[in-house]
Nanobody, 119 residues
């Protein structure tokens, strides 16, 4: 059974950097051909894909967030981490990590973690 678990602060001050880590069990983040992704859903809005780190270590970002986002990974811990700089209240959302298949569907999700940007 593949499991993903998000961790990180629930409250971030404006202009700071948000960092969330996704810990994966039941599969390796280097397994062909998966894309380990971050998504978010602001209150009252739809789900937004933010970016992904591939099994090979390549990184893909949403053009909307590209100037502020980075995704790293630690293969020894089987984790991947989201960094989002210069956050504003508009970054308040439920954040999810997910395993996305090569055909584009997410087959495993974390339970999500609420992040609020506020002073």
């Amino acid at each position: 059974q593949v499991r993903l678990q998000e961790s990180g602060p629930g409250l971030v001050q404006p202009s700071r950097t948000l960092s969330l880590t996704c810990t994966v069990s039941g599969d390796s983040i280097t397994t062909d051909y998966y894309y380990w992704s971050w998504l978010r859903q602001p209150p009252g809005k739809g789900l937004e894909w933010m970016g992904a780190k591939s099994y090979a270590g390549n990184t893909y970002y949403s053009p909307i967030l590209e100037s502020r986002i980075s995704i790293s990974r630690d293969t020894s811990k089987n984790q991947f981490t989201l960094h989002l700089t210069s956050v504003t209240p508009e970054d308040t959302a439920m954040y999810y990590c997910a395993r996305v298949t090569v055909v584009g569907g997410a087959d495993y999700w974390g339970q999500g973690t609420q992040v609020t940007v506020s002073s």
